[in-house]
T-cell receptor, first 117, second 115 residues
Framework: AQTVTQSQPEMSVQEAETVTLSCTYD???????LFWYKQPPSRQMILVIRQEAYKQQNATENRFSVNFQKAAKSFSLKISDSQLGDAAMYFCAYRSAYGGSQGNLIFGKGTKLSVKP | GAVVSQHPSRVICKSGTSVKIECRSLDFQATTMFWYRQFPKQSLMLMATSNEGSKATYEQGVEKDKFLINHASLTLSTLTVTSAHPEDSSFYIC???????????FGPGTRLTVT
């Protein structure tokens, strides 16, 4: 069975600075998808970034980028120029590419990010 | 972008009663929908996977007779908590899979409180 581990329950960053959230996963599959979701106090889950395992290039979305190390099974999220609105819970998630793309997401326990003004 | 709604957003019910939560994909068809449960300060736990027109697949430990799931159309799935008890109080989130974008989109969640 696949597992996702987020070893940082809480992180803090100064506004305008950069922060990296860690995520490792365990799987025997070769093809899968990895995600970072943001859950602000409203509790609406928001997709931040997505990475296909077959792609070597790291995904980027504006101030958000990932460092995907497939061999190490590591998938960290870097937030540059942190803003107050980035404060939220961040969940790393895994989805198998087998059995169709409609597979369920497996979530880590989350990292609570605080942004200091 | 794809929008998923949930209704109600908050519900308070008495112990022993049943409550229904609706999950709708507003601008796309969802052959698969997922129901999650989230306790305070914890992650999302998958309860069941719902496919349109067929029985839901429940995760281990989830009572299918207590959490009834119906996915009668490509835009609507419902979760009914039967004979609710205070321990069923939680935040329930649905998500819908879009075959067009190959993504899951999440609803805003429903806060259930059983008194």
């Amino acid at each position: 069975a696949q597992t996702v581990t987020q070893s940082q329950p809480e992180m803090s960053v100064q506004e305008a600075e950069t922060v990296t959230l860690s995520c490792t996963y365990d799987t025997s599959e070769s093809d899968y998808y990895l995600f970072w979701y943001k859950q602000p106090p409203s509790r609406q889950m928001i997709l931040v970034i997505r990475q296909e395992a077959y792609k070597q290039q790291n995904a980027t979305e504006n101030r958000f980028s990932v460092n995907f190390q497939k061999a190490a099974k590591s998938f960290s999220l870097k937030i540059s120029d942190s803003q107050l609105g980035d404060a939220a819970m961040y969940f790393c998630a895994y989805r198998s590419a087998y059995g169709g793309s409609q597979g369920n997401l497996i979530f880590g326990k989350g990292t609570k990010l605080s942004v200091k003004p | 972008g794809a929008v998923v709604s949930q209704h109600p957003s908050r519900v308070i019910c008495k112990s022993g009663t049943s409550v229904k939560i609706e999950c709708r994909s507003l601008d796309f068809q969802a052959t698969t929908m997922f129901w999650y449960r989230q306790f305070p300060k914890q992650s999302l736990m998958l309860m069941a996977t719902s496919n349109e027109g067929s029985k839901a697949t429940y995760e281990q430990g989830v009572e299918k007779d207590k959490f009834l799931i119906n996915h009668a159309s490509l835009t609507l799935s419902t979760l009914t908590v039967t004979s609710a008890h205070p321990e069923d109080s939680s935040f329930y989130i649905c998500s819908a899979y879009s075959g067009a974008s190959y993504e899951q989109y999440f609803g805003p969640g429903t806060r259930l409180t059983v008194t």
